[in-house]
């Protein structure tokens, strides 16, 4: 499997309004979850139990989510790419995050804006959301082991 938009979109679409920030990190850690557990590398999937871990690491990052937003969001992800070990590929020697996530938060606020601004069904706001999460998270790479030298693949 690969991650795709459409999946990261019905998780959103998923998710309610929270009254608490403690239920919404929640919330929004579960959905990028389940849309990372599509990951895939040399046609390898993901760990399940190392996705667990960076969803670990992400909650905690996201603290401050009802007052930041974007940033939040942006400090998860993080997170949760730092937290993925080479094991989240079966034979994967390290991993490289995608670059552009640490421009997530820059990339989301124009569409936060937009959303609000434009009056948007939740389905496009969902979509619009997907897209920039989505695009900023691709470019990420596993190693594996190969002879003379270890190969780069796309985590997709």
């Known amino acids: ?25 929640n919330a929004w850690s579960t959905a990028w979850k389940n849309y990372f557990l599509d990951a895939a590398a ?4 993901v760990v399940p139990s190392i996705v667990d871990v960076g969803v670990v690491a992400m909650k905690p990052a996201m603290v401050g989510l009802s007052m930041t ?6 400090a998860g992800i993080v997170a949760f790419w730092g937290a993925l070990v080479p094991a989240a590929f079966a034979t994967c020697i390290t991993i490289t995050p995608p670059p552009a996530i640490t421009g997530i938060a ?51």
């Not at 937003?69 to 942006?74: C, E, F, R, T």
């Not at 900023?136 to 190969?151: E, M, Q, R, S």
């Open 69 to 74: 937003g974007a940033a939040s969001l942006q």
């Open 1 to 25: 499997m690969v991650m795709t938009i459409n999946k990261l979109k019905s998780e959103l679409m998923g998710l309610d309004l929270y009254d608490n920030e403690p239920d919404a990190i």
């Open 42 to 45: 040399n046609g390898i999937p």
């Open 106 to 156: 820059a990339a989301l606020l124009p569409v936060f804006y937009a959303n609000v601004a434009g009056s948007l069904s939740k389905d496009a706001c969902c979509l619009s959301v997907a897209t920039v999460l989505h695009t900023n998270n691709l470019g990420g790479i596993a190693i594996f082991p190969a002879l003379p030298t270890p190969l780069p693949f796309p985590i997709l």
